[in-house]
């Protein structure tokens, strides 16, 4: 035991009498032993945290399993996927390596890889790849700022190059593209033309424009909200077909919605409720497929696994044929997260 050390202030005083032990070193922790040697335990301390993720539906009886952890001091993500059915078959393993600028996903049944890069040249500059080894297949791009970030030039191409780079211009209120496509013409010869894609949004009294048009065909959209009630007109040219959708919120846990084709006369309705933000009951119709339906929620519907009741989800639903009754079903799907 070390012996203690007395100190004297200054000035002398006879009631002062400071007692001071050395400084001792902490102990050293004792290393980790595994089978193969010994590891620090602070490599213990310092492990990422692994994500084991595994998802099940009954309609196909297939297990979907998902393991994952960040790496290289969280610059990146590895993922490890598979899937197996009920006799414990496993199909479909998939390895992915993700990070913000290159990622790589490599098929081990296929033994293929996709790999993608994105990256920035010089400021407002970015350049972007894509590339399918088995294949030899992808897409080179080069992205500028137009006037700020709001407003991009992307030219693309495809590698091997096929025509012309598509060229497309992005903004506020939508995106225009041009590009090459072959069209067919008689004794089965074909030619290149270019070709005019874009959709325009704008807001017209209380609601939003939306008008898309893609190969000769242009897609018109009204959408009309309040705190109540959404309206949503829609015409599709040349072939004229109409149709609607109509929505009524009743509270803050009650929802009707209504969609009816005018072209075709089906129609579909969809009632929805919540019971607090981790339970929600959905029942509606299709009549293009003659078929009712009712569901439950466990787990926030659109949410992550991680955020629901013991990071786990299930819906429940019964499907009711209008045709045969006797051959409704109930199925169930299930995902369950586990941090390691």
Not at 17 to 30: C, D, G, H, M, Y
Not at 54 to 63: A, I
Not at 190 to 205: E, H
Request: charged share 25%.
């Amino acid at each position: 035991m070390a012996e203690s050390k007395l100190e004297l202030k200054s000035p002398p005083n006879p009631n002062s009498l400071i007692v001071s032990a050395p400084p001792s070193s902490p102990p050293e922790s004792p290393p980790v032993t595994t089978g193969g040697g010994f590891v620090p335990a602070v490599w213990f301390r310092q492990r990422p945290k692994i994500r084991v993720t595994t998802e099940f539906d009954s309609d196909s009886s297939v297990f979907f399993h998902r393991i994952s952890c960040k790496v290289l001091d969280s610059l990146a993500k590895l993922k490890f996927s598979f899937q197996n059915n009920g006799k414990g078959e496993l199909s479909d393993p998939q390895l992915a390596l993700t990070s913000k600028y290159l990622s790589l996903h490599y098929d081990i049944e296929e033994k293929n890889a996709l790999v993608n890069a994105s990256f920035d040249v010089a400021p407002g500059l970015q350049f972007k790849a894509v590339h399918e080894v088995k294949s030899q297949q992808g897409e080179l791009a080069m992205v500028a700022d137009l006037a700020g970030p709001a407003y991009k030039f992307e030219l693309s191409s495809a590698v091997p190059a096929i025509g012309k780079p598509r060229a497309t211009i992005r903004f506020p209120l939508g995106e225009v593209s041009l590009e090459e496509k072959e069209e067919e013409e008689q004794e089965e010869q074909t030619k290149r033309i270019l070709s005019v894609n874009g959709i325009l949004k704008g807001q017209i009294m209380n609601g939003v424009c939306t008008a898309k048009y893609k190969d000769e065909a242009l897609d018109l959209r009204y959408c009309f909200k309040d705190e109540q009630m959404t309206f949503i007109p829609s015409i599709s040219l040349p072939s004229n077909a109409m149709s609607f959708a109509f929505k009524r919120q009743f509270g803050p846990s009650d929802k009707l919605s209504y969609w009816y084709n005018l072209d075709t006369n089906y129609w579909s309705t969809v009632y929805k409720h919540n019971i607090g933000k981790d339970f929600k009951f959905k029942a509606g119709y299709d009549s293009e497929v003659r078929l009712g339906w009712a569901s439950l929620w466990v787990g926030e519907e659109s949410g992550k696994a991680k955020t629901a009741p013991m990071k786990m989800k299930v819906q429940f639903m019964l499907q009711v044929p209008q045709d045969d009754i006797t051959s409704s079903s109930l199925m169930f799907r299930a995902k369950k997260r586990w941090d390691i």
